[in-house]
């Protein structure tokens, strides 16, 4: 399995929480020695290596100035199909061709926030990412199966491309129970392809002042009124 250097408070933080076994060294920033104590002591009982480095000693280590004053090097997760509620509820993304890391990140701290049960299209995430992200990687599974459209329909969801300019506006569509909202990239948007094969197509309404929204707000504000309708 491969290792990769991971940094970021929160991010270190999550996967010390989530798969500890999976930490194989840790760099720290002396700032920070009161407030990972424990992460250190736990260190200590499993003769995992720690060091404590200065923050531009720190930077070299973690290729990062924005290193937050700790980094671990661990094991990458393994990947993680997505779960599903009792009662069948789900909501799932696709992201068709989204690569910018500040963007999935912020995707990923969403979808935490908004309790999804999983990310279809991508599993290979940056260090960078998993930073933005805050802890959101360690917590909504990423999966990437051979023909996602295909294992959609066969986990019966809907599948909800997204466009700017065309489609139901958002707050005035029922989302269905198991849902899969599909995000393009920012250049290129939902490939047509995807446009054609959805079951609907919905669109944030506004002013029209900009030609659309940020992708990882736009998935925000989809997420947001899926959960209202859902879970709340």
Known sequence: MKEMKYYGFHACLAIWKKRPQDIIRVYLDPIHLKALRPLLKWCAENKKAYHIIEAKELEKVSGSVHHEGVCLLAKEPKEAPPSF???????????????NPHNLGAI???A???SLSGILGTKDLSPSCCRIAMGGS???PLFAPKDPFSWL??????ILATSSHQGEPLYHFR???RSALIFGSETEGVS????????HCIRIPGSGSVESLNVSVAAALCMSEY?????T
């Open 108 to 110: 990923l701290r969403s």
């Open 192 to 199: 047509k392809t995807l446009l054609t094969k959805a079951d």
């Open 153 to 158: 329909k066969q986990n019966r969801f809907a």
């Open 112 to 114: 935490a926030h908004f």
């Open 227 to 231: 959960y209202r309708q859902h879970i």
């Open 138 to 140: 360690e917590i909504v």
């Open 175 to 177: 989302f269905p129970p």
């Open 85 to 99: 509620a009792k009662d069948g509820k789900a909501c799932l993304l696709y992201l068709d061709g989204v690569q």
